[in-house]
């Protein structure tokens, strides 16, 4: 193994920069070219099949079976002619990838083979429901299940194939996807944001969610990938002792990008651009092979399908470049881990909701939803835990410029000030006619552009950055339609609270504004505890979290059990975006992977520290013994003892590791083997959460003790400072 690791990292020194092919154009005259997108489908439909479409794309509305062969014919000419020979429904199933089953555009009859492509065809497919995740929706014997078209998300053509963006049901209707429950949670927030801006302005009739994700990965050359075990089978280095150089001079952060690098993204933005993926920013991150790539804002849905492109487009376009991509939440231990920071704001048909305006009228709406948020996330701030709980997120959470797990939110100084001004003003609960019109002029006062008077933090789960808010928690490697599902949810469970509340008091004879600012108040003082703007790791933070009610919970198993709690069902039925049924399939979903990632990386592991780690330690033992025996031979017992007492230090040092190390691996098999016959997935969940999690840990600690002991030479994986580097 020690021959591998050094031959490993002798092609590293030899990796030239792969060149790439620009294109010849502008990007904005390829920007999209694979994209099935309005002007193309104005070219190849119907004007009748073309305004269904759009229909569709708008309002939602149902597509006319009768049409659909019309709209098909018009997909397939167009993928002919681009060179597609296959097309397929692209899905997000319950799992961290998407999934696709390619038919080719042939049809066997008495003529020959001839190209077809029919309406139900595009609409409609039947994947095998059972094979992917269902906590219990789909038994094996129960394998029919339905893709259907997403009108909303363009088609596109990828490695000579129509792809068509689907939702994913069982026979029984039931969500098995990320997307079915994320166009539901989109609608609900359209509808009640559009609702209240009718307080404000008359003209506002769409709200769309808008999503900009920043996808933090690493990369490490693919030979020295191959040389480790753990990365390929985890996607995290489960052993491996520091190196004596990592991010502690703060010099990779927005450094120069090594040319291999470079290329690399060249060409990610390059096939980003040809599917429509509005590609912006590039950068190093803090950690050593860290960096970031982060697109312009999009409908939320449509950025959903974007991102999950853009993974997969990293994974291929990085092994032309000799690389792999780690998404990873924490593949190295002691440095930053990877998130996907999750910039989300409601825009409707006349601007962002979250921005400040130049009337009274305008900054009153603006506060609302501002205030209104900060309600929905202090209600719900458990399920926004669960949305983003995962293993490898568990490791991630908490340190290394990543947010803890005490959901909270920061508004910045002045917003902080004017809440607090509010709260103190409408102190007595009436709204007297001077205080509203201070209240006014305060308001009116609001710089337009906030983010100049707003810093950021970045220990902060939730914060507003100026006209949005981040979500920071959400993890590298996860579908950000999770997330995305419970915020647009809670979101829209609370306008529609806000809404009720106002127009109750409306009808007591209240004025409108009147009644908006009494609520809005309300709102303040109830949902204050949630609102914190300093240090979210401190040790007083933790402490102060707790007296003001807020939940820490680092442990992924027990943030999923918000899934299932009243409140969660109550406003997930609510709106029909998940049944109790699918809340507790998903539970399911959710605990069954967590148990497998650790059962797989406990068996890695162990084969890891008993098959490699320990016979090397065995072997650079026996060369210090052999040593030592050398010695013994020249020298008498005093001169001896004094001359080989370093290497009989060591000796001992090594013997106390290695009977640790294999202590603790049978420790843990027979740990696995007791807790896989536990049959409550969450108890056993819970126990490879602290049982197996606390044996990986201990096993980990010796090994890396015995990496900084054994002769360099001989020790087989490639270490930190060799995986850190790009060459």
Not at 64 to 70: L, M
Not at 147 to 172: C, E, G, H, K, V
Not at 186 to 193: F, G, M, N
Request: aromatic share 8%.
């Amino acid at each position: 193994m020690a021959i591998i690791r050094f031959k490993a990292i002798e092609k590293t020194m030899d990796r030239k920069p792969v060149d790439v092919a620009f294109p010849a154009d502008k990007t904005s005259e390829y920007f999209g070219v694979s994209v099935f997108d309005k002007k193309k489908m104005e070219k190849y439909l119907s004007k009748q099949a073309f305004r269904s479409v759009i229909k569709s794309m708008e309002d939602g509305s149902r597509i006319d079976r009768k049409i659909a062969d019309e709209i098909a014919a018009g997909f397939k000419a167009w993928a002919l002619d681009n060179g597609a020979t296959h097309y397929t429904h692209w899905f997000h199933p319950l799992t961290e990838t998407t999934a696709e089953k390619h038919d080719a555009f042939i049809d066997y009859t008495s003529l020959g083979v001839l190209e077809n492509f029919e309406g139900k065809q595009l609409v409609q497919q039947e994947p095998d429901a059972s094979s992917f995740p269902s906590g219990g929706i789909r038994a094996t014997f129960e394998a029919r299940g339905y893709t259907a078209w997403d009108p909303t998300s363009p088609a596109f053509i990828l490695n000579n194939t129509l792809i068509i963006p689907t939702i994913f049901i069982s026979y029984t209707g039931e969500s098995l996807d990320y997307k079915t429950p994320l166009i539901k949670a989109l609608a609900a927030v359209d509808k009640a944001a559009v609702d209240v801006c009718q307080y404000f302005d008359h003209s506002v009739n769409k709200v769309n969610a808008c999503l900009g994700w920043e996808q933090e990965y690493f990369l490490v050359d693919e030979a020295l990938y191959w040389a480790r075990p753990d990365l390929i089978l985890t996607g995290r280095t489960l052993l491996g002792h520091a190196s004596a150089k990592d991010q502690q001079l703060e010099d990779q952060y927005f450094a120069t990008t090594p040319e291999r690098v470079a290329n690399f993204m060249r060409e990610v933005e390059i096939e980003s651009y040809k599917l429509g993926i509005p590609a912006k920013t590039r950068h190093n991150e803090v950690a050593p092979n860290q960096y970031e790539l982060a697109p312009i804002y999009e409908e939320a849905n449509l950025a959903v399908d974007h991102n999950m492109l853009v993974m997969d487009i990293m994974r291929k376009v990085a092994r032309k470049h000799n690389f792999y991509v780690l998404l990873h939440e924490k593949p190295f231990a002691g440095i930053n881990g990877s998130g996907k920071h999750s910039n989300w704001s409601l825009n409707s048909n006349i601007g962002s909701l979250y921005s400040s305006g130049h009337t009274p009228r305008a900054n009153l709406q603006f506060l609302t939803f501002i205030i209104v948020t900060v309600k929905a996330v202090h209600e719900h701030a458990d399920l926004l835990r669960a949305s983003i709980a995962s293993s490898g997120n568990e490791h991630r959470l908490g340190a290394n410029e990543a947010p803890p797990s005490i959901i909270s939110v920061f508004l910045g100084t002045q917003l902080t000030k004017m809440l607090d001004e509010i709260e103190a003003k409408l102190s007595n609960g009436k709204v007297n006619p001077s205080v509203k019109k201070e209240l006014k002029l305060d308001i009116g006062n609001i710089p337009q552009i906030l983010l100049d008077n707003t810093d950021r933090n970045r220990t902060s789960p939730f914060a507003f950055t100026g006209n949005r808010f981040e979500f920071r928690a959400v993890g590298s490697a996860a579908n950000c339609a999770s997330a995305m599902i419970a915020l647009n949810t809670i979101v829209a469970d609370q306008l529609n609270k806000f809404k009720l509340q106002v127009d109750a008091l409306i009808d007591e004879g209240i004025k409108k504004d009147d009644a908006i600012l009494e609520i809005l108040r309300k709102y303040i003082v109830e949902s204050k505890a949630i609102r914190f703007d300093g240090n979210n790791y401190s040790e007083e933070w933790k402490k102060e979290a707790k007296k003001r009610g807020l939940t820490n919970i680092a442990s992924c198993p027990e943030a999923l059990k918000a899934y299932l709690s009243s409140k969660s069902k109550k406003v997930f039925t609510k709106y029909n975006i998940l049944s109790e049924r699918e809340l507790e399939a998903r539970y399911e979903v959710s605990l069954e992977n967590y148990i497998k990632k650790i059962q797989i990386e406990s068996r890695v592991l162990g084969d890891l520290a008993v098959n490699h780690v320990v016979p090397t330690a065995h072997k650079y033992q026996k060369m210090l013994a052999e040593s030592c025996q050398s010695i013994q031979s020249i020298y008498d017992e005093k001169n001896f003892q004094l001359i080989a007492a370093p290497a009989l230090d060591t000796l001992k040092l090594i013997s106390e590791q290695i009977a640790d190390i294999k202590k603790n691996a049978a420790l843990m098999t027979e740990a696995r083997k007791k807790i896989n016959q536990i049959d409550q997935t969450d108890k056993r969940a819970i126990e490879y959460s602290t049982t197996i999690r606390t044996l990986m840990d201990a096993i980990r600690k010796k090994a890396d003790i015995l990496e900084s002991l054994v002769d360099d030479e001989l020790w087989p994986l490639p270490k930190y400072r060799e995986l850190l580097f790009i060459r």
